[in-house]
């Protein structure tokens, strides 16, 4: 006694396929070439982009709010001025770094500005205010404040970035520009049976948007009707957009008999293509001409028993006959079949 | 005779021999775990190919938390899974009712089969199924972690695997019976 899944363990145990000598090829091309591709795989992962970008902005975001709080104790208003230019630099250092961004970057201005306008608010403070208790319970509560800030913008920073994953690449990616012009590849055009599936691969890219919303370098699709899949690759900042054609064809087909033997013994008496599988027959029209071009048989229904070997009622001869068959299939796919019949008296 | 540590760490230094040796000793049995994902021996090729090259390039990250060869298996069905992204989530939402009504008498099954016929059967399985019952039977993950990796829910997991237990044990009868 053994489960399904007992009896699939057992059978597939050490289940082993020799995979074909390019597989090795090309891992062993790839290895070749290992930091650029190290950094593109990395890139790809989602979640390394937020981490590293999250990483790079709060580091910076941190640094600044340190800087301005750092203001605070401080007497003179001279020392003062010089660290809020410091901070202002900063601010436009990560402005710049940050241009890509809108959402974050607006939010990063919002966050500096309002650092900035607490320290100010401080200034004046222990200038005019000589009363020591006061002076520090102020500080107090200002220092308060301020971190509380420092913990919302933190918030607010790993929202919009959350959002704005791709173009937060930009910021690192520029530190590993490839050295060559970036090379975009996708699958070529292709044709399919209705039914199947196909592997669409594109190349070259750090990240990838599939107009099927896939983000992957390649997407598996199962096309019902003939379609353009364009994905839009990225990298360095530079995005291209590549198409393919995937055509889908039915591939059902009628089955044509090569000869037939119309004499009555109830055996392929009659020449008629045949059905495989359960298709449906929309439209159809068939029609088959002697060797001398003359026209023996012509229908416009499936349903007809077909051709009998006669031609105005007297038996046609021993001989090779062509055919031609159109029909629409209930997928409303149109077939074109042409060949030759052997039509067989003895 | 190189121990399994040697050899990851002569990968790890980027030295080809052990990167040609891990990948001997490994490809054709993570070959057989990827095929069972592909009706197409190309497209497994294809993901064990990519798998290959996130082991190397990930070795680094191999914490030696159980084993090596368990590791590597699950970036081979991990890459396999990502080649199926983009269909998988047309396979399921049509699977609300309650599991826990269905009834699956499941151990009484006698008889070998070879693994052709399996194989056979696994192609023929809609997608969902063979997901479902491949990461829960062969590969032994929780329907939680199932449910993760394949973005569904826990319950249309269970009721997938109930399901695909259905399907295996109508085909496996027919075969019985084609095969006596």
Redesign the interface.
């Known amino acids: 006694?053994?489960?399904?899944?007992d009896?699939?363990?057992?059978?597939?145990e050490?289940?082993?396929?020799?995979?074909?000598d390019k597989?090795?090829q090309?891992?062993?091309k790839?290895?070749d070439t290992?930091p650029a591709?190290?950094f593109q795989?990395l890139i790809k992962s989602k979640t390394a982009i937020i981490a590293a970008s999250l990483v790079f902005v709060t580091a910076i975001v941190f640094t600044l709010v340190q800087l301005t709080s750092e203001n605070q104790p401080t007497n003179s208003i001279q020392g003062n001025l010089t660290k809020q230019t410091k901070s202002n630099d900063l601010s436009k250092t990560t402005q710049t770094s940050l241009t890509p961004q809108p959402n974050s970057n607006n939010n990063s201005n919002k966050n500096i500005i309002s650092t900035q306008t607490l320290t100010l608010a401080t200034n004046p403070i222990p200038n005019c205010q000589p009363i020591a208790p006061t002076q520090n319970l102020l500080q107090n509560n200002l220092a308060i404040n301020n971190t509380s800030t420092q913990n919302t913008s933190a918030l607010q920073q790993f929202n919009p970035i959350q959002n704005t994953t791709i173009p937060a690449l930009t910021n690192t990616e520029t530190q590993y520009t490839p050295k060559t012009n970036p090379v975009f590849t996708i699958s070529k055009n292709d044709t399919l049976c209705k039914g199947e599936?196909l592997?669409i691969k594109a190349t070259g890219g750090q990240s990838y948007q599939?107009n099927?919303g896939?983000i992957?370098d390649?997407?598996?699709?199962?096309p019902l009707n003939s379609v353009l899949y364009s994905v839009t690759v990225s990298t360095s900042g530079i995005d291209t957009v590549l198409n393919t054609f995937i055509t889908v064809k039915s591939c059902y087909s009628l089955f044509v008999p090569t000869a037939f033997t119309p004499d009555n013994d109830g055996k392929n008496d009659y020449f008629h293509p045949v059905k495989q599988d359960n298709i449906g027959i929309e439209k159809y029209e068939m029609k088959i001409v002697a060797r001398n071009g003359k026209i023996v048989y012509s229908t416009n229904s499936f349903e007809d028993m077909g051709w009998d070997g006669k031609f105005d009622g007297n038996a046609a001869p021993e001989n090779f006959y062509l055919w031609y068959v159109k029909y629409t299939d209930s997928d409303f796919f149109t077939h074109e079949l042409r060949g030759q019949v052997y039509l067989y008296r003895h | 005779m190189i121990s399994e540590a040697e050899l990851i760490a002569g990968c790890i230094k980027g030295d080809r021999a052990s990167q040609r040796q891990l990948y001997t000793q490994l490809a054709p049995k993570m070959l057989g775990v990827c095929r069972r994902y592909f009706e197409d021996s190309q497209e497994a090729e294809d993901a064990l190919q990519e798998g290959f090259i996130k082991v190397f390039e990930n070795l680094n990250k191999y914490r030696k938390e159980g084993s090596f060869e368990g590791w590597v298996r699950r970036i081979m069905v991990n890459t396999s899974l990502n080649y199926h992204r983009a269909n998988l989530k047309n396979h399921f939402h049509s699977d609300i009712e309650d599991v826990e009504n269905e009834i699956v008498h499941d151990a009484n099954i006698t008889g070998s089969f070879t693994v052709d016929v399996l194989l056979k059967i696994i192609d023929n399985m809609p997608t969902g199924y063979k997901f479902v019952f491949n990461l829960f039977e062969m590969e032994g993950f929780s329907h939680k972690e199932i449910a993760g990796m394949m973005n569904i829910s826990e319950n249309t997991s269970k009721s997938q695997l109930v399901k695909a237990k259905k399907f295996l044990r109508k085909k496996i009868n027919e075969f019985g019976i084609n095969e006596l």
Request: aromatic share 12%; hydrophobic share 40%.
């Open positions: 006694m053994a489960t399904i899944g009896i699939f363990r057992k059978t597939f050490g289940y082993k396929v020799d995979p074909s597989v090795w090309h891992i062993e790839h290895l290992p591709s190290g795989n599936s592997v599939w099927t896939e992957s390649s997407i598996k699709v199962n």
